[in-house]
């Protein structure tokens, strides 16, 4: 069992940068982790990924090159740094952990752990 809680939202100007982390309860070893988003009357999309051992990444391509996850194994937690934020990066923000040892998992049906979500809201 894994346990998510997300922290970290808020309200910014487009071209801010914001950090968001989840806090991660239980199992570590062997499981990959994910940022995922929500937008009103959207699906969730995937935003970026990470295996927690032998840490590698995955990004969409609608945050590649502004979005960086990373990983605190001290610290148990996975942490989203967003800059350059943009009106269209408005969304519920999701951390989600399963099981595997490559980033490339972007379906949701891949993660069975989910955070309760925090919400970043992006002004132009």
């Known amino acids: 069992q894994v346990q998510l809680v997300e922290s970290g939202g808020g309200s910014v100007q487009a071209g801010d940068s914001l950090r968001l982390s989840c806090q991660v309860s239980?199992?570590?070893?062997?499981?990959?982790m994910a940022w995922f988003r929500q937008a009103p009357g959207k699906e969730r999309e995937f935003a970026a990924s990470?295996?927690?051992?032998?840490?590698?990444?995955f990004s969409a391509d609608s945050v590649k090159g502004r979005f960086t996850i990373s990983r605190d194994n001290a610290k148990n937690t996975v942490d989203l740094q967003m800059n350059r934020l943009k009106s269209e990066d408005t969304a519920v923000y999701y951390c989600?952990?399963?099981?595997?040892?490559?980033?490339?998992?972007?379906?949701?049906?891949?993660?069975?752990?989910w955070g309760q979500g925090t919400q970043v809201t992006v002004s132009s």
């Open positions: 239980g199992r570590t070893s062997g499981t990959v």
């Open positions: 989600a952990a399963g099981y595997g040892n490559t980033a490339y998992r972007t379906s949701t049906s891949a993660y069975p752990f």
């Open positions: 990470i295996t927690w051992n032998m840490p590698n990444t």
